[in-house]
């Protein structure tokens, strides 16, 4: 097989496997993200937990698996992002670790405060998550400061707060509004009752959140540098420079 | 300075969530399959109990089986954070089980378990038990694609070094599947696995028994748990045995040092059953010896050498020259990448570049070195702590040793129906830490006795580490063992309140509630 075809086959792989996770954890993120709102009750937060119970866990593995075929395929791109966003990278994997321990650990004791404990990390997890997702994305679409030395060792010379500029925190912010406008329509299918008249006002705030979030980014996007059509693309040129 | 610092704290790190995680992954090995095993029973024999016992240990299993995800997620997330350089250097050959593992065994594991928990009143009978011999096939393919992995940093079968991307690359990837050494370490660390679930279920069996409480139940669950542990417990040593082989072929410095032996004996060596090792004097003090042992064990033959520390050392020297040679022809091939001579030197002297590069720990340029660095190179080939090695060693097959007895006696009183004698079970409850003890006495034995590579022999350690700075890494370790300090102390706290409920604990702890 060339080199062409299999680098296709990879995107390929790639695209299938963000836009399984961003379908089917998508929903189990933003329903559990809503619960400090669209679930009052302890009762309440059960039904939406439960709603995803039994499938999160898988859904969370399009996650681990999109990390694997980085890992595999793009092993410059993953050792520096991963290396260079150093707690960036840590607080997710901090949420990927208090996710799974949440959901299970939630139900085995009774007592009000260690439920609710486990609600509050669940929930903030699922939002950060949601969060940091768009300011990855967001990052990636303006570039970071990294360089190779010459044995290909890469230095990041950024910051972590060097991360959360403009354009990818209003990236983060439409992600969450997906996520949220995401959980909330799942919600509807699941529950009923107040859970549902909730989670039916919160479906049309982010929904309106994603409109907002998505037109000023179309706006900002014309103005950031290298989105300018500068000359005629070049058919004979390289597909890619760098992979 | 600060360079050896992060690297000294990444190693800590990296050691200490990898012994962490191994607290969890052979409980959840061995649990799925006795899981499977129960179930299997209980829809051949319709009675109802063995329905219970599979839930009540389903229970358990799952407590210990989260931790095992979430933990398991760090390893992944550790090889770009930490280890960026070696990441990028061996990643096409490294990150492809790993992939692998993702997509065949992690999502049929994750994806199925929770329909174990949530599935008992949704699906047949039938579909149930399909369902659980899944999540225990998943777990054991997990174990399989990690460790050829595993196996491919302890002996690098299948990649070749490529000057232009200035990293390992893919050879032939049926040599990295069917390496022996990962074929080996699977069958032994699964086994083991299979040990620890067996061991739990028949401590917590004997805590029932001794109280007299649940008695139907713990008998029945202590026969399960003695015949499979039985038959894991004799493949384990039998297939850690052949592991001990494979190993002396490929890494002579981890046999020499498990053995805590400077100088090379005369043939069949024997094994050192105690022994001081110092590493400042290269000798081994109060030695009692087992005459012929290690020769048999590591060579299977009485007439070729074990070869002793001190000879490796004077081996490595010369190897460590040759892979300086290889380091000029990279270097001359880096400025002209057309030049004949240099490529043809380095096809010639590739094979030890990785020796060229343990120079670095002192200069930047390797060809610069004078005869003592070399020498200095040279004994760095030693593992750093040649006394913990040699003890870990001999705690795990002890241990070893210990399961067999236990399970041998155990099954002569299943046996003779005399499984309630009062000493086997506090015996049966005293070994309760010990397949944890041998296993992380086992990996520290693996990944210890690999040092100073990464991947044996192409990579040091030192190497792969990424660019960090000591004060990142102070506050990314002391937020691991944080945050991992309080999950365990909850993750002990429930499973020991979940034994002590009982079997009643499934409805306790029903998902839904």
């Known amino acids: 097989m060339d080199y ?36 009052r009750t302890d009762i309440e937060r059960r039904v939406i937990i439960n709603a995803v119970g039994p499938v999160w866990e898988g859904n969370q593995v399009w996650f681990v698996l999109g990390g694997g075929v980085f890992f595999a395929a793009w092993p410059y791109l993953y050792s520096t992002a991963f290396s260079g966003f150093y707690f960036a990278m840590l607080l997710v994997l901090l949420t990927f670790i208090m996710r799974p321990v949440g959901f299970k650990y939630r139900s085995k004791l009774p007592h009000t405060l260690w439920r609710s ?40 010379t950024g910051s972590f707060w060097a991360l959360l500029r403009g354009f990818p925190v209003l990236c983060g912010i439409l ?40 037109a000023i980014g179309g706006l900002w996007v014309v103005h950031l540098p290298g989105y300018q059509l500068a000359s005629m693309i070049d058919p004979a040129g390289p597909s890619y420079a760098m992979d | 300075m600060s360079v050896a610092t992060t690297v000294l704290l990444s190693r800590w790190q990296f050691g200490l969530t990898a012994m962490y995680h191994f607290l969890f992954v052979p409980l959840t090995l061995g649990l799925s399959v006795l899981l499977g095993i129960m179930e299997t029973i209980y829809v051949m024999t319709d009675r109802q109990i063995w329905q219970k016992m599979t839930q009540f240990w389903g229970v358990l299993f799952g407590i210990n089986f989260v931790m095992g995800v979430a933990t398991g997620i760090t390893m992944e997330f550790q090889f770009g954070t930490n280890w960026a350089y070696y990441a990028q250097y061996v990643g096409d050959v490294f990150g492809t089980p790993l992939a692998i593992e993702g997509l065949m065994a992690f999502f049929l594991e994750s994806t ?50 490529n000057f232009e991307t200035l990293r390992m690359e893919v050879k032939d990837f049926g040599a990295i599947l069917f390496n022996p050494v990962a074929q080996a370490k699977f069958v032994h660390t699964i086994s083991a696995g299979y040990v620890t679930g067996a061991i739990f279920m028949l401590a917590v069996s004997a805590y029932y028994l001794l109280r007299n409480r649940h008695v139907a139940f713990a008998k029945r669950s202590m026969t399960v748990a003695i015949s499979f542990g039985l038959a894991s417990a004799l493949s384990v040593v039998v297939l850690g045995d052949e592991s001990g082989y494979l190993i002396s072929e490929n890494q002579q410095m981890k046999i020499a040092a498990i053995e805590g032996m400077w100088k090379t004996e005369k043939p069949p060596a ?15 003090r109060a030695e009692i010896k087992i005459p012929y042992l290690l020769g048999l064990i590591a060579t299977r033959s009485l007439d070729t050498p074990v070869l002793g520390m001190e000879d490796l050392v004077t081996h490595a020297k010369v190897r460590i020259a040759e892979g300086v040679k290889a380091y000029d022809a990279l270097m001359r091939l880096q400025a002209h990448p057309t030049d004949r001579m240099a490529r043809a030197d380095l096809t010639r002297y590739q094979d030890d570049l990785g020796y060229g590069l343990l120079l670095r720990a002192w200069m930047a340029d390797p060809r610069k070195a004078t005869a003592q660095d070399i020498e200095k190179a040279a004994w760095s080939t030693l593992p750093d702590n040649v006394f913990a090695l040699f003890w870990s060693f001999r705690v795990m097959v ?55 590579w990464v991947v044996e022999g192409v990579l040091p350690t030192f190497l792969g580490a990424s660019s960090l700075s000591p004060q990142q890494m102070w506050v990314s370790l002391g937020g691991f063992v944080l945050v991992y300090t309080v999950l365990a102390v909850i993750e002990v706290y429930l499973m020991q309140k979940y034994v002590r409920l009982g079997p009643q604990s499934y409805e306790a702890s029903h998902e839904t509630t």
């Not at chain 1, 329509?185 to 309106?208: N, P």
């Not at chain 2, 174990?143 to 302890?154: D, E, F, K, R, V």
């Not at chain 2, 002890?398 to 499984?419: E, T």
Request: overall charge positive.
């Open chain 1, 4 to 39: 062409p075809t299999l680098r296709v086959i990879w995107w390929l792989l790639m695209g299938i496997l963000l836009i399984g996770f961003m379908i089917y954890d998508g929903f189990d993120l933003g329903s559990v993200a809503l619960m400090p709102w669209v679930g």
């Open chain 1, 117 to 156: 404990t486990w609600d509050r990390i669940l929930s903030t997890a699922a939002i950060v998550v949601s969060l940091l997702f768009g300011v990855a994305v967001g990052n990636v679409l303006m570039g970071v400061p990294f360089h190779f030395d010459p044995s290909l060792r890469v230095f990041y």
């Open chain 1, 175 to 214: 992600s969450l509004c997906l996520f949220l406008m995401h959980g909330a329509a799942y919600l509807l299918v699941k529950t009923e009752g107040d859970v549902w008249r909730r989670a039916r006002i919160a479906a049309m705030w982010a929904a309106v959140g994603v409109g907002v979030c998505f």
């Open chain 2, 112 to 161: 199925l378990v929770g329909l174990f928990f949530f599935g008992w009143h949704r699906l047949s009978k039938i579909g149930h038990l399909i369902v659980t011999w899944c999540v225990a096939l998943g777990s054991s393919l997990s174990a399989l694609w990690i460790l050829i992995a595993n196996g491919w940093m302890q002996h690098p079968v299948g990649a070749h070094f």
């Open chain 2, 270 to 284: 024997s094994f050192n059953l105690f022994g001081i090792p110092d590493q400042a004097k290269h000798e081994t």
């Open chain 2, 398 to 452: 002890a241990c070893g040793f210990c399961f067999i007895a236990l399970f041998g006696v155990g099954f002569y009183l299943s046996a003779k129906r005399m499984l309630q004698k009062r000493w086997f079970l506090w015996a049966a409850l005293c070994a309760l830490p010990l397949p944890w003890i041998s296993a992380e006495a086992g990996w520290f034995v693996a990944e210890h006795g690999r040092q100073p």
